[in-house]
T-cell receptor, first 117, second 117 residues
Framework: GAVVSQHPSRVICKSGTSVKIECRSL??????MFWYRQFPKQSLMLMAT?????????EQGVEKDKFLINHASLTLSTLTVTSAHPEDSSFYIC?????????????FGAGTRLSVL | AQTVTQSQPEMSVQEAETVTLSCTYD???????LFWYKQPPSRQMILVIR??????QNATENRFSVNFQKAAKSFSLKISDSQLGDAAMYFC??????????????FGKGTKLTVNP
């Protein structure tokens, strides 16, 4: 089946540093990927829609300069948390849309747990 | 805007028995997709079942089936012969089928399912 790989699974960093998270579609090309944030015991909160070859579309309230998204190829989208602070600590999940329109299914990565000290 | 409501924050079931998780949604669209995703303790989001709104027949996947009531905007998930591995958070999600619309998912808040041995 379709697989989405997300790396790293866990990252611990110091306050003020930047962290990059990668999301790859392994067996299909994805023109659209999504980035979510999930707080403990809560649902997924959509942060942005990543479109290959164009700028990402951010949800209201999400800081574009804080969360940089790049979708440079049909199989890779990256989320960079810039100048991370403890309040950015969270679980980040990506997903990719399978290109077969009849399926319209989002496949999810395994998530990245970010801890900012 | 579309909304998805899961009114049961937590549910429990005895192993081998049947449990039904509730989901209602609000939309003005006539064509859309509905999904149930499972998030076990590993936090990997896994697609359980998918329903196209234009299909009257309820989707089934092995022990998982849905009761889709379009007029009532209800989309419940029935898990038969519950297994310990079914313990997880279950999220109901909505996606527009408008070809010019967004592919993003609207999630409910989730239902935590506990399976008792």
């Amino acid at each position: 089946g379709a697989v989405v790989s997300q790396h790293p699974s866990r990252v611990i960093c110091k306050s003020g540093t930047s962290v990059k998270i990668e999301c790859r579609s392994l067996d299909f090309q994805a023109t659209t990927m999504f980035w979510y944030r999930q707080f403990p015991k809560q649902s997924l909160m959509l942060m942005a829609t990543s479109n290959e070859g164009s700028k990402a579309t951010y949800e209201q309230g999400v800081e574009k300069d804080k969360f940089l998204i790049n979708h440079a190829s049909l199989t890779l989208s990256t989320l960079t948390v810039t100048s991370a602070h403890p309040e950015d600590s969270s679980f980040y999940i990506c997903s990719a849309v399978h290109p077969e329109r009849l399926k319209n299914i989002q496949y999810f990565g395994a998530g990245t747990r970010l801890s900012v000290l | 805007a579309q909304t998805v409501t899961q009114s049961q924050p937590e549910m429990s079931v005895q192993e081998a028995e049947t449990v039904t998780l509730s989901c209602t949604y609000d939309t003005s669209e006539s064509d859309y997709y509905l999904f149930w995703y499972k998030q076990p303790p590993s936090r990997q989001m896994i697609l359980v079942i998918r329903q196209e709104a234009y299909k009257q027949q309820n989707a089934t996947e092995n022990r998982f089936s849905v009761n889709f009531q379009k007029a009532a905007k209800s989309f419940s998930l029935k898990i038969s012969d519950s297994q310990l591995g079914d313990a997880a958070m279950y999220f109901c999600a909505y996606r527009s089928a408008n070809p010019n619309g967004s592919e993003k998912l609207v999630f409910g808040k989730g239902t935590k399912l506990t399976v008792n041995p």
